[in-house]
């Protein structure tokens, strides 16, 4: 079992891809992103046919198994019923060949099946010698949370696990790369550094920057559309969280200058155990460590929350 961690933006799904890509075995590639919080067995299976479905060197495996109909380029998953197959018997037939069953962004199978996943997961790494599970992560405490490798009520506790933590560019290779990409297009290396300054090494943010300032954008405007992403990907935030960031956006360091800032904006005392609930959390999904922001865009980002 791998875990490939590393902070939103940072490049894990790319890593992943061209790993697998350059391995040249057999792989499923499970999308999570797609699973709503509190999914059902359909959604699962709907994410996991999609995944079959894609790796052609395994349908005559699969049209073996109960349970499942390969029909034309689509593999079907009976998820219900007599002839449902269950994620361990999956796993036990995909055995025949040397497979990595890639789950990308993981952490979002918490919820009301993560037991049966983790129980299925459990189950390979006892059984399944052909099976290796790559896993990555963005909310890193949250996976290791869903994985439990540490909990002794979790079936995959005390389980072997490699971790691989991707780390972001320097400013050298984040320049090498903008340079290369604005060469590539045919655009001028102006704006490059100002690039670099604003993005902090992270690939998914350059990236992100840098299309849209070849396509005519400004510096600012650039700036201004990623705050607005991420202001997106923070409103499923409860309030007591957005509270926690903004103080911390505002530059409060420490749990007592945060404490003090959440109550002057809610002109109200706050319980210290739901006050540490928001921070570990918050530290949990890879957006805060130490009172500081892992990506300058969300610091920029909370103060307009």
Not at 93 to 118: F, M, T, W, Y
Not at 129 to 138: H, V, Y
Not at 140 to 160: A, I, K, T, Y
Not at 244 to 263: A, M, P, T, Y
């Given at each position: 079992?791998?875990l ?15 790993t ?9 590639v499970?999308?999570c992103?797609?699973?709503?919080e509190?999914?059902?067995r ?19 495996v699969l049209a ?7 029909v034309g380029?689509?593999?079907e ?9 269950s994620?361990?018997d ?8 040397k497979?990595?069953v ?15 996943v ?8 006892d ?5 290796t599970?790559?896993l ?18 979790s ?5 072997h ?14 320049g090498?790369m ?10 001028k290396?102006?704006?490059?550094e100002e ?15 840098g ?6 954008k ?5 700036k201004?559309?990623?705050l607005r992403?991420?202001l997106?990907?923070m ?6 969280e957005k ?5 911390i956006g ?6 007592k200058?945060v404490?003090?800032?959440v109550e ?13 609930r ?7 999904m890879?957006?805060?460590s130490d009172y ?12 307009m929350?």
């Amino acid at each position: 079992m791998i875990l490939l961690t590393g902070i939103r933006r940072i490049g894990k799904t790319s890593v992943l891809q061209v790993t697998l890509n350059e391995w040249g075995g057999v792989s499923v590639v499970m999308d999570c992103r797609k699973l709503k919080e509190n999914y059902g067995r359909k959604d699962l299976y709907s994410i996991l046919s999609d995944a079959l479905s894609k790796a052609e060197k395994l349908r005559d495996v699969l049209a073996k198994v109960r349970g499942i109909s390969v029909v034309g380029n689509y593999v079907e998953l009976k998820w219900g019923g007599e002839r449902y197959v269950s994620l361990a018997d999956l796993f036990d037939h995909l055995n025949e060949r040397k497979v990595v069953v890639a789950i990308d962004e993981a952490q979002k199978l918490r919820g009301p099946l993560s037991s049966e996943v983790k129980d299925a997961i459990a189950h390979a790494y006892d059984y399944d010698r052909n099976i290796t599970f790559l896993l990555t992560g963005s909310e890193v405490g949250l996976l290791r949370d869903f994985l439990g490798v540490d909990d002794e009520g979790s079936p995959l506790f005390g389980r072997h696990y490699v971790e691989i933590e991707l780390s972001r560019f320097t400013r050298e290779k984040s320049g090498e790369m903008l340079r290369k990409g604005f060469s590539e297009v045919g655009a001028k290396e102006e704006g490059v550094e100002e690039l670099v300054e604003a993005f902090d090494g992270i690939p998914g943010w350059l990236i992100f920057a840098g299309l849209r300032y070849v396509q005519g954008k400004s510096i600012d405007e650039v700036k201004d559309l990623a705050l607005r992403l991420a202001l997106n990907e923070m409103k499923g935030l409860t309030k007591r969280e957005k509270e926690v960031l903004k103080c911390i956006g505002k530059g409060r360091k420490g749990w007592k200058s945060v404490k003090e800032c959440v109550e002057e904006m809610e002109k109200s005392t706050v319980s210290t155990s739901v006050l540490d609930r928001a921070l570990r959390n918050l530290e949990k999904m890879s957006l805060m460590s130490d009172y500081s922001f892992l990506d300058p865009i969300y610091g920029e980002a909370s103060k307009m929350l």
